[in-house]
């Protein structure tokens, strides 16, 4: 008897403007995986966390390739959560694409392709989840890599900081500062990176200017 092909769940797959990372405002192909190991107190896609539809890899690169874009990001939840993204990523790559994947920076991504392009995040301590970081993660990261931090204080602020100065040393990762969309003013990280003369990206989330925070799939 054949082997079935492993599957993986998925929440949606969608074409949009990417709204955030370095390739802000460039056409993407999302493709959202389901489940989160965390609860963060400023998370916009809490529907990720449970619900979706289970199909192949192969079913997910056809529907991405029907897109017709270039650029995909894999997404959550927290898509390192299920053991086939790794081998998703890597046909992606095989095919082509540009590759995004996003993670939270719990969980171990040493299995990545490292072709791919990590966006990871570190949880500031408004998040609720600081403590559960993945510090080994940083030894993984490479100089086309990402690091988000979300800010909603001063003090995640400053968190961020310590972080940078702590691990961005031999690898020149590029670093956003992405302020919690209505929850602090983005003049105000704007200011303190001025006034600290960091080399960052002060990260806004483009798709939610365009349309709005409620909305899915674009």
């Not at 086309?144 to 961005?168: N, P």
């Not at 969309?181 to 200017?209: M, N, S």
């Amino acid at each position: 008897m054949a082997q079935s092909e492993p599957l993986l769940t998925v929440t949606e797959i969608f074409a949009s403007i990417q709204g955030e990372t370095s390739f802000c405002c460039l056409p993407c192909t999302f493709v959202r995986l389901t489940g989160c190991n965390l609860r963060c107190g400023y998370c916009d896609t809490t529907y990720a966390y449970d619900s979706g539809q289970t199909i192949s890899p192969d079913e997910i690169i056809s529907r991405v390739a029907e897109l017709g874009l270039g650029r995909v990001c894999i997404t959550g939840g927290e898509p390192m959560l299920q053991k086939e993204t790794p081998a998703l990523v890597r046909k992606l790559l095989d095919r082509g694409f540009l590759t995004l994947v996003e993670t939270n920076g719990t969980v171990p991504i040493s299995d990545l392709d490292p072709w791919t392009i990590r966006i990871m995040d570190v949880k500031c301590p408004s998040s609720g989840e600081h403590e559960k970081m993945l510090w080994e993660n940083f030894r993984h990261l490479a100089d086309h890599d990402e690091v988000k931090f979300v800010i909603s204080t001063r003090q995640d602020y400053e968190y961020a900081k310590e972080v940078l100065s702590k691990y961005r040393k031999k690898a020149r990762w590029k670093a956003l500062f992405s302020p919690a969309f209505g929850t602090l003013a983005p003049e105000l990280p704007a200011q303190w990176i001025l006034e600290d003369k960091l080399d960052v990206r002060l990260q806004l989330q483009i798709h939610k200017i365009i349309w709005g925070p409620q909305r899915r799939g674009v």
